[in-house]
């Protein structure tokens, strides 16, 4: 069974920097198109960033676009979100998620298309 936990929020100033980490247990993440998802008190959940099972592809919500970066790590089966530029509005619990698929250059920021979730981080930006 296919299992995911993100750490690595916390809170930072803004213009601070974050990364956070998706780690795969149970079946290989190369297989799986990831996806980053974040919601915000009293908002739905928007999908920030994603990427393909090979890593060549990957997408971004235009209001993190510039600032957030999605890379993968096959070794260590484990995707990462580079957050860079933090603003308050990017305060939220920030979830990964993942889908299994043989098609290699498949991704998307929508979360209905994603079966596998993990539990959640909060990042929080604030002086």
């Known amino acids: 069974q296919l299992q995911l936990v993100e750490s690595g929020g916390g809170l930072v100033q803004p213009g601070g920097s974050l990364t956070l980490s998706c780690a795969a247990t149970g079946f290989s993440s190369d297989k799986c198109a990831i996806g980053w998802f974040r919601q915000a008190p009293g908002k739905e959940r928007e999908g920030v960033a994603c990427?393909?099972?090979?890593?060549?592809?990957?997408n971004f919500a235009e209001s993190v676009k510039g600032r957030f970066t999605i890379s993968r790590d096959s070794a260590k089966n484990t995707v990462y979100l580079q957050m860079s530029s933090l603003k308050p509005e990017d305060t939220a619990v920030y979830y990964c998620a993942a889908v299994v698929t043989t098609i290699t250059d498949y991704y998307s920021l929508t979360a209905s298309q994603y079966d596998y979730w993990g539990q959640g981080t909060q990042v929080t930006v604030s002086s």
């Open positions: 990427i393909s099972s090979s890593g060549g592809r990957t």
